[in-house]
């Protein structure tokens, strides 16, 4: 084994960011321009997980919480029905999980302030689009570009609730009939009744996005690494992270490796409620450019229809059921009959791709945002589960922040990775 100090003699403060996707490669870049040096160390290619697979959508409005919206009869129905877009594996994820899913909702509804995320909605859609400007790459970057879709007037009339609340922090949001929905996406059925348009939301290519990044960070003079997994870390006066390929030492180092976080920090004594949801990826061939014109959340099946050019993305339904990467061929095809029947001229398109990918997810659907119990060198930045995209630029500025010794823009106290810690380092 050898030891590699990132840059040689240290004449600013050194960093390690483990993980190279967009939450990654977001904080890399904010430490970069605070005037760190920073190593990025990825485990596989940069992005090439959920990172650039998922349905490209930047939507603080949609935000809150999941364990609000699920009680017990719903646990079962994810458990036990092939039809349901949410699907929770009892043996995979145990007793446990499911208990702290159902806790979660009386804590969450005592406890708001993990609304402070979505108002600051405004700023996290700023600092993407102001990444995109930088960047000399065409991401399709649209915002008021979603349209959330609904056949049952019940989920409808909750929809219209949420929007109502949503206003209140400050995001814009049509309420449409299905009349108007169908007169800006001709290509909605008649069963569609209604649904809200996310006026300040967005939507992007994902793949074109995480290049972006990459390119951006590489300018800075942020060393990527990739190919390379790291097994395991100590901190004394430094922080040194153990790979196959040898000892890097650091002044700090950032988790920002997804799902993988868990397994990382189970090798050093720690246990943390970080777990894989297995989300699908279809890629579809379109036959002309004016298949779709908006980004659709088709909502009662959990899955974004997203309009790439010469393709269409659909991506969506959470699996948790560990790091399983088998496709489950007759679940999914329930489900995407009731998206064709939403959107008809779906069915006819060839399905020239299906992948998965996992997204890092915790029992309360909030992330995990700060320094390690007991630690001032180790912070984690993870679990934003279906909202990666959304809040990562976010997420970059308030570890920054934080390894400045600065105010955050947001009392991150709901985010510490305490809450979802056990072991003997605790």
Known sequence: MYVVRMCGKATHEEIIVVGGGVIGLSISIFLSRKGYRVMVIERNKVGCEASSKNAGLVVPAMYSPYPLSIDYIKVMRMMTSKASPVKISPVRMGCRWIRHILGNRRRLARDARWKSLRRKGREAIEIIRGLVREMDIDCRYREGSILEIYTDRDYLSEAVKHAEEVEADGLRIEILDGDELREIEPSLSTSVIGGLRYVYDASLDPQAYIAGLKKLAVEEGIKIIEGIEVLGFNEDSSVRVFSRKGVFESDYLVLANGPWIRDLLNRTGYDIMIHPARGYILTLKVKNSDTLKYSLMVEEAKVVALPLGGTIRLAGIMDFVGYDTRIPHGRLEKLLTRVYSQVP??????????????????????????????????????????????????????????????????????????????????
Do not use: W
């Not at 890092?360 to 700060?370: A, K, N, Q, S």
């Not at 995209?389 to 400045?404: K, N, R, W």
């Open 345 to 426: 001229i779906l069915k006819d398109l060839e399905i020239i791709s299906m992948e998965t990918a996992f997204r890092p997810c915790t029992p309360d659907e909030l992330p995990v945002i700060g320094y390690l119990p007991g630690s001032d060198k180790v912070l984690v930045a993870g679990g934003h589960c279906r909202f990666g995209l959304t809040f990562s630029g976010l997420t970059g500025l308030l570890v920054s922040q934080l390894i400045a010794g600065e105010e955050t823009v947001i009392d991150i106290g709901i985010f510490s990775p305490s809450r979802l810690m056990t072991g003997s380092n605790m």
